[in-house]
């Protein structure tokens, strides 16, 4: 299932991983979606510099992809030890 649409991510999705938070490298990855749809909330992504804002948390996001700090694992390991 893909959702486009911004009302329904505000309302439904985001709410969603808000209440069942994510125990793995994921978590990452959602709380730089979740600036990202914060920034589309308040219209912010319309401004000038913002794609450049953007582009930068999305960098950010292929880069710990490959790399998770040790202290995020621990704190993973520790919530989820399975």
């Known amino acids: 299932m893909r959702i486009i649409n911004l009302p ?8 969603f991983f808000k209440e069942n938070i994510l125990l793995s490298r994921k978590s990452l990855d959602d709380f730089m979606w979740q600036a990202v749809l914060d920034m589309m909330s308040r219209k912010d992504h319309l401004k000038e510099g913002a794609i450049e804002v953007i582009l930068q948390i999305r960098e950010l996001q292929r880069l710990t992809r490959a790399f998770i700090h040790p202290s995020v694992k621990d704190t993973i390991i520790h919530l989820r030890p399975d």
């Open 8 to 15: 329904t991510l505000l309302n439904f999705v985001e709410p």
